[in-house]
């Protein structure tokens, strides 16, 4: 069953013309990862999803609900979790004071996800009174999935996780949403293929504001051509 | 160790409150008694101004506007009816009301916008209310200004010492309450990245419109004290150098922090004070607003978390360096 289905989206940033036509579904428990070079608009589609770039036309459907009209606090409320690529961490609160926030604004059983969250990422219960700007680059992924799986209810949206982090951290992130895949459903934007195809279920491959290719990760594997062609793996 | 570090900030503040509490028995110079009262009140309207700046990250270039407001609706009040506490209140109560008032409609006709909207739009409606206060002259006199009598109680130096001491301090417990509250938070998360607070489902405009009406009303209510310390008010309360001197007050003091917003506003001042005292000796020091500009430059480029952050940091490697000392120790 669909979770999240966009419908021949179109997107401009001020005169350009950036998503052209976006038409994908997120299976629920499901890892679907959306590939493609730089500029192809995989962080813009994120964004139109989470109403920071909203479509001019098409739309997005959330449990069936038709979300592509409401604004970036209402579609979060409805339980969508978003990591950014830069992490988007509020580096003057504490790990405890950023968690709670997400936290006061989520639906579900808050005290679970929360629990859970820091028994996945242990260094989180370590640092809980540091400064979240204080943390490591790795930490600071940890704080920014773990506030977004806490705000969230069901769909997080992460875009580019492993970037700038070192392999041990990109190797244990990946064992993380592996583990998180069990209780929610993820919507990966990732350039790192051998990490993404690892985890991912299904993949979609976007090229110049368009869906070129889609379908299960195995056989993305086995298909040398489009790998080399899109991807730029030989 | 740790626990008394944190009660180290505690300790000097309730020190500092007890000192000024016993100021008055142990001073006899009327001036010095003046000039606390002058720096208790416009550590109020810095303290507002930071929780704008500081704490919310949205700049206002017409603050002044809220001071002025304040400012008049006592004073016209106090001239208009009879001088005692109740008529008092009644002006406190219209400024607040004004203040509450104008700060929601700016707030929400610029905060959804970025944020230099909201400098725009303030800096405007503060020069309006400037002109309403030249062209208005039936009631403001115009930049005459006019003079009016306080109730007795205001009328006694030392009394109206203890009244803006316990002011300031009332403030600042209230503002600490409310940037410490999880409003306070949501305020912070906002001034760091707004669409972040915003993804997490934070309607940021409700928040923004918060603070804004909080430091309308903080500012108001320092105006309402700063006529009644003056007994005169012309349109000088509406220029823009009162926002300016509430901006190099928090920047001095350190942005984001209260207590820094106090010190800045005593060390403006002071600085103030007594470099007009020496331009009487020294013509050079008539262009006092020139050492207040170099200060600021200084500050900026030298201390740019100001007073407060300068301290915090001391603070910090003295932190750090009894850690290293205890670890050394223990491997010992």
């Given at each position: 069953m669909s979770l999240l289905k966009l419908d021949n989206l179109e997107t401009y940033l001020e005169q350009y013309h950036i998503l052209?036509?976006?038409?994908?579904?997120?299976?629920?428990?499901?890892?679907?990862?959306?590939?493609?070079?730089?500029?192809?608009?995989?962080?813009?589609?994120?964004?139109?999803?989470?109403?920071?770039?909203?479509?001019?036309?098409?739309?997005?459907?959330?449990?069936?609900?038709?979300?592509?009209?409401?604004?970036?606090?209402?579609?979060?409320?409805?339980?969508?979790?978003?990591?950014?690529?830069?992490?988007?961490?509020?580096?003057?609160?504490?790990?405890?004071?950023?968690?709670?926030?997400?936290?006061?604004?989520?639906?579900?059983e808050t005290e679970a996800k929360m629990e859970w969250m820091l028994q996945l990422f242990p260094d989180l219960k370590k640092f809980w009174r540091k400064k979240s700007g204080l943390l490591s680059g790795g930490q600071k992924q940890m704080l920014a999935i773990a506030r977004a799986y806490i705000n969230g209810d069901g769909l997080l949206l992460i875009d580019e996780p492993s970037k700038g982090l070192s392999p041990i951290m990109v190797e244990k992130l990946m064992e993380s949403l592996l583990k998180m895949k069990e209780k929610t459903t993820i919507l990966l934007v990732e350039q790192n293929f051998l990490m993404a195809s690892q985890i991912g279920d299904y993949f979609y491959i976007m090229d110049d504001g368009k869906i070129v290719h889609e379908g299960l990760m195995e056989d993305l594997k086995e298909d040398k051509e489009t790998?080399?062609?899109?991807?730029g793996i030989a | 160790m740790r626990g008394l570090f944190h009660k180290v900030p505690m300790y000097w503040g309730l020190a500092i409150v007890l000192f000024m509490l016993l100021f008055p028995f142990v001073n006899d110079s009327r001036s010095t008694l003046i000039l606390?009262?002058?720096?208790?009140?416009?550590?109020?309207?810095?303290?507002?101004?930071?929780?704008?700046?500081?704490?919310?990250?949205?700049?206002s270039f017409g603050h002044c506007m809220f001071f002025g407001i304040g400012a008049y609706s006592t004073?016209?009040?106090?001239?208009?009816?009879?001088?005692?506490?109740?008529?008092?209140?009644?002006?406190?109560?219209?400024?607040?009301?004004?203040?509450?008032?104008?700060?929601?409609?700016?707030?929400?006709?610029?905060?959804?916008?970025?944020?230099?909207?909201?400098?725009?739009?303030?800096?405007?409606?503060?020069?309006?209310?400037?002109v309403l206060a030249e062209k208005w002259r039936g009631v403001t006199h115009g930049g005459d200004?006019?003079?009016?009598?306080?109730?007795?109680?205001?009328?006694?130096?030392?009394?109206?010492?203890?009244?803006?001491?316990?002011?300031?301090?009332?403030?600042?417990?209230?503002?600490?309450?409310?940037?410490?509250?999880?409003?306070?938070?949501?305020?912070?998360?906002?001034?760091?990245?707004?669409?972040?607070?915003?993804?997490?489902?934070?309607?940021?405009?409700?928040?923004?419109?918060?603070?804004?009406?909080?430091?309308?009303?903080?500012?108001?209510?320092?105006?309402?004290?700063?006529?009644?310390?003056?007994?005169?008010?012309?349109?000088?309360?509406?220029?823009?150098?009162?926002t300016l001197d509430a901006l190099l007050m928090t920047m001095i003091g350190?942005?984001?922090?209260?207590?820094?917003?106090?010190?800045?506003?005593?060390?403006?001042?002071?600085?103030?004070?007594?470099?007009?005292?020496?331009?009487?000796?020294?013509?050079?020091?008539?262009?006092?607003?020139?050492?207040?500009?170099?200060?600021?430059?200084?500050?900026?480029?030298?201390?740019?978390?100001?007073?407060?952050?300068?301290?915090?940091?001391?603070t910090l490697k003295k932190k750090r360096k009894v850690k290293k000392k205890e670890e050394l120790k223990k491997i010992a």
């Open positions: 052209q036509g976006v038409s994908m579904s997120v299976e629920e428990g499901s890892i679907t990862v959306l590939f493609g070079r730089n500029g192809a608009g995989k962080t813009t589609t994120l964004r139109s999803i989470m109403g920071f770039n909203p479509s001019t036309t098409g739309t997005v459907h959330f449990h069936n609900q038709n979300i592509s009209k409401l604004s970036t606090h209402l579609i979060s409320r409805k339980g969508i979790g978003y990591v950014p690529e830069n992490q988007g961490i509020f580096s003057g609160l504490t790990v405890e004071e950023t968690l709670n926030l997400a936290k006061a604004k989520s639906a579900g790998c080399q062609k899109y991807l | 606390l009262t002058q720096i208790f009140i416009f550590a109020i309207f810095a303290m507002s101004f930071d929780i704008l700046l500081g704490y919310t990250g949205i700049v004073a016209i009040i106090f001239n208009q009816l009879e001088a005692n506490l109740l008529t008092f209140m009644i002006g406190l109560v219209i400024g607040i009301a004004l203040s509450v008032l104008v700060s929601y409609i700016i707030g929400l006709l610029s905060l959804r916008l970025k944020s230099h909207f909201y400098a725009m739009l303030t800096l405007a409606v503060s020069q309006l209310f400037l200004g006019f003079t009016f009598s306080v109730p007795d109680l205001f009328k006694d130096r030392t009394s109206f010492y203890y009244i803006t001491l316990l002011s300031v301090a009332v403030v600042f417990i209230l503002l600490k309450l409310f940037t410490e509250s999880s409003t306070g938070k949501v305020l912070k998360a906002i001034s760091q990245n707004e669409h972040r607070a915003e993804a997490l489902g934070y309607k940021t405009l409700h928040y923004k419109l918060i603070a804004s009406v909080t430091a309308g009303v903080a500012a108001s209510f320092s105006g309402a004290l700063y006529a009644v310390s003056l007994r005169f008010i012309n349109t000088n309360v509406f220029s823009i150098e009162v350190g942005l984001g922090t209260l207590a820094g917003a106090i010190a800045g506003a005593g060390i403006i001042e002071f600085l103030r004070h007594y470099l007009s005292e020496l331009a009487m000796a020294y013509p050079i020091f008539e262009r006092w607003t020139i050492i207040l500009g170099f200060l600021y430059i200084v500050v900026l480029l030298g201390f740019p978390s100001g007073l407060a952050g300068f301290i915090k940091k001391l």
